[in-house]
């Protein structure tokens, strides 16, 4: 075991240089993990006779609110892609059957295209990152590879791609994961740690691989990130009733805390808040702390996210530093256990939020200032982990279903890119480029695998739909 900074070594005078393994033994363990998982076996895809997803997707509803599980269901119904969004679950199942490296990293764990995008570094420029991490956990790096990558396949036929252009697509997000990770291996740890994604300049690169209507309309996509703000989201959720700032009701999606609740649970609801708020502020650093403390709650609501997510609690807080003029949304998310967990190995963390915000901290180059995590007991008496972090600061995301393949292939390296990089913060950079290796085996197999996986995501959205046809599981249709 590698000793820590500080730790007393033994030496000459009581302390001595910490013996590593050498540049050269880190590479050939990379090399040598080949024999446990050749690069072309990671196109295998061998489906369990017994897999049920159907079943394993009902089985995440316990934890879940009730009536919001149909609407998951609903969401999940709407195409194949994004069954394949809310069915996380499955894969891990799936992927723990699969040939495994051995090379850990700090995974994702739900890597899809549309869990990456761009929002607002602390400096104030627009970054592109993984932005998604309910699900994060240590695990093989092959794992968040071949979710971004059935993902690309999944998302390409549902544009209705050809076979040609998808297997481009697939094949640009893993050669631009291997060869950046195979720069980052001859890069200091410093310069991968400090390395980001400026979005703007990234789009001004690519600028010659795009028409000019493609690149307008990129610049205008930018514009209006640089406008998603606590003050845009005040003029689109809230109102102002009898001089006071409420919050607009959307049920189910957007609901206030006083909509759903009578009087008495509504006064709960909104100690439980504060209690959360409080409590997850003695995690942000010290300077943020002070600046959160200058905002108070003005009301809450519960919001339905995502596709995988629905079901979990989440409350968005409309908080304020002065009489209405300075607005901060912030969003407390519930965090249970990954879908990790049962295939790759329990978290070392035992709070489930800390859990997500140590593993967005580690994988992201610049994370969003109010992050932060806690515990807190509900007014059922049940204790729940939770996350916090500001409902919009310049949160954008691709607008994946207008994508021509062109454009998809350029995001998929983007995302390669972007997911190489997270994984060399975390994992040993140098094992995995000797790993990956100069030639495109590695890449065609992980082609392989998508449109494999890509089919059998297919057979797993008609078997949700028999068995919503079946009465199996409830669901509502997308609203």
């Not at 000019?212 to 845009?232: G, I, T, V, W, Y």
């Not at 978290?347 to 580690?362: C, M, P």
Request: hydrophobic content about 40%; overall charge neutral.
């Amino acid at each position: 075991m590698t000793a820590s900074v500080g730790e007393a070594r033994a030496g000459t005078g009581g302390r001595a240089a910490v013996k590593r393994p050498t540049r050269a033994e880190r590479a050939a363990r990379g090399k040598e993990a080949r024999a446990a998982a050749p690069l072309e076996a990671h196109g295998e895809f061998r489906p369990d006779p017994s897999r049920d997803p159907v079943g394993l997707l009902a089985g995440q509803a316990a934890s879940r609110v009730p009536e919001l599980v149909p609407i998951r269901h609903g969401r999940m119904l709407v195409s194949p892609f994004t069954f394949y969004r809310g069915a996380a679950l499955p894969m891990a199942a799936d992927l723990a059957a699969t040939p495994t490296s051995g090379l850990r990293v700090q995974l994702c764990g739900d890597a899809h295209l549309a869990n990456f995008g761009a929002f607002a570094s602390p400096e104030r420029r627009l970054v592109f990152d993984v932005n998604d991490f309910d699900e994060t956990l240590p695990g093989p790096f092959e794992w968040d590879v071949k979710r971004l990558a059935a993902s690309l396949a999944v998302a390409g036929r549902d544009n209705g791609f050809s076979d040609k252009a998808r297997r481009k697509i697939v094949l640009a997000a893993a050669e631009s994961y291997r060869t950046a990770m195979r720069t980052f291996a001859e890069q200091t740890l410093l310069d991968v740690w400090y390395a980001h994604l400026d979005i703007e300049d990234a789009i001004g690169r690519f600028r010659s691989q795009l028409t000019k209507k493609r690149f307008k309309a990129a610049e205008k996509l930018l514009a209006k990130a640089h406008s998603r703000d606590s003050m845009q989201a005040l003029g689109k959720l809230t109102t102002v009733v009898d001089g006071r700032r409420r919050i607009i009701s959307t049920p189910p999606t957007v609901v206030p805390v006083e909509e759903l609740f009578g009087d008495v649970q509504a006064d709960e609801i909104y100690d439980f808040i504060g209690t959360v708020l409080d409590n997850y502020r003695l995690t942000l650093q010290s300077d943020r702390r002070h600046l959160l403390k200058q905002f108070t709650l003005v009301q809450a609501a519960r919001k339905v996210v995502g596709v995988g997510s629905v079901g979990t609690r989440a409350w968005i807080a409309l908080m304020d530093a002065e009489d209405g003029v300075e607005p901060l949304f912030l969003q407390a998310k519930e965090a249970q256990p990954s879908v990790l967990e049962e295939y790759a190995e329990r978290s070392v963390h035992q709070n489930q939020g800390e859990r997500v915000v140590a593993g967005q901290h580690l994988m992201q180059a610049q994370s969003d200032i109010f992050l932060g995590w806690t515990r807190a007991t509900g007014p059922d008496g049940v204790d729940r982990d939770y996350y916090v972090r500001q409902l919009r600061d310049w949160k954008f995301s691709a607008p994946i279903e207008l994508m021509v393949p062109k454009g998809m292939r350029v995001y998929a390296g983007l995302c390669g890119w972007t997911l190489a990089r997270a994984h060399a913060r975390s994992g040993d950079r140098i094992a995995l480029a000797a790993y990956l290796g100069g030639s495109r085996k590695f890449d065609h197999a992980i082609a392989d695998f998508a449109e494999t996986y890509a089919d059998q995501n297919e057979d797993d959205y008609r078997a949700l739909q028999d068995a919503a046809k079946a009465g199996r599981i409830e669901t509502v249709p997308e609203i």
